[in-house]
C-alpha cells in the first residue's frame, strides 16, 4: 500500500465507519497526465447507491483539503466497486463462498494461473473452487499464499 492509499484510508475510515459502509479499495494512479484517487465503498451486504457515494465524497473531499496528503492536484472518485468487486480481504472471500470468482495465482498451479469459477470454500488451506474444463467440472484447491489477485466474476455460461 502506497503512502497516499494510507493516508487516504486513515481519513476515509471515520467516514465509512459513521455511515455503516465499507472500503473496498483505494487507487491513487496517473492516467495520462491526470492523477486519479479512486475510492471503492461499498455497504456490507452489497448495494450501495449514488447517494451514499456522494455524501462520503463531500466528507472525504473537506478532510482531504484540510489535511492535504497529496501534493499534485488529481480528481477525487467514489463510486461502488461494481459487479466485478476486487476480494482483498479475508473477510471479503469469506463472504464470496457460493459466488462465481476470478483468481489469478503468482505461480502456476496444474499448469495454469488463472481460474475461473465457484468458490466452494476458503479457509486456513486457500480456496477450493469448482471450474468447468471444456465439459467436466474440476475442483482446484489454491493455497492462499499463491493468490496474486481474487474478484468477484460475472458467470456467463449460466
Not at 468447468?132 to 467440472?137: N, P
Request: charged share 35%; with cysteine; aromatic share 8%.
Amino acid at each position: 500500500m502506497s503512502k497516499v492509499t494510507h493516508e487516504v484510508e486513515t481519513l476515509v475510515a471515520p467516514i465509512l465507519e459513521e455511515q455503516d459502509l465499507e472500503l473496498v479499495d483505494i487507487e491513487f494512479v496517473k492516467e495520462g497526465r491526470d492523477w486519479f484517487l479512486r475510492v471503492f465503498i461499498d455497504t456490507p451486504g452489497g448495494g450501495i447507491d449514488i447517494e451514499q457515494c456522494a455524501a462520503v465524497s463531500e466528507q472525504l473531499s473537506v478532510r482531504l483539503d484540510e489535511a492535504d496528503p497529496i501534493p499534485q492536484n488529481y480528481f477525487l472518485e467514489v463510486s461502488s466497486p461494481g459487479a466485478e468487486r476486487p476480494l482483498k480481504k479475508e473477510q471479503d472471500m469469506e463472504r464470496a463462498v457460493g459466488q462465481y470468482v476470478h483468481i489469478r495465482t503468482y505461480e502456476p498451479i496444474d499448469g495454469r494461473k488463472e481460474f475461473e469459477g465457484y468458490l466452494l470454500s476458503y479457509g486456513d488451506e486457500g480456496a477450493e473452487i469448482e471450474m468447468k474444463v471444456k465439459t467436466r467440472k474440476v475442483k482446484v484447491l489454491i493455497p492462499k499464499d499463491k493468490i496474486a489477485f481474487a474478484r468477484l466474476a460475472i458467470d456467463f455460461s449460466a
